[in-house]
């Protein structure tokens, strides 16, 4: 699973807690948030691989 999935699986919890624990909903809520959030940087982060003659590089692209 992916740094994204995993964030994603994450945020969704924190919501079913949120419904499943009034008293504490927006504790759960904010929890959800930071998740999501996580979810949105991973998925910004691409990989980019460039191969050529002798060399090749790899680069995060932001």
């Given at each position: 699973m992916?740094?994204?999935t995993a964030c994603l699986?994450?945020?969704n919890a924190f919501r079913e807690k949120a419904l499943a624990d009034p008293e504490h909903h927006d504790q759960w809520i904010d929890e959800a948030i930071k998740w999501l959030e996580r979810a949105m940087?991973?998925?910004r982060r691409v990989a980019v691989t460039v191969e050529g003659g002798d060399a090749s590089?790899?680069?995060e692209v932001p």
């Open positions: 992916d740094r994204r699986n994450q945020a940087e991973a998925s590089a790899v680069s």
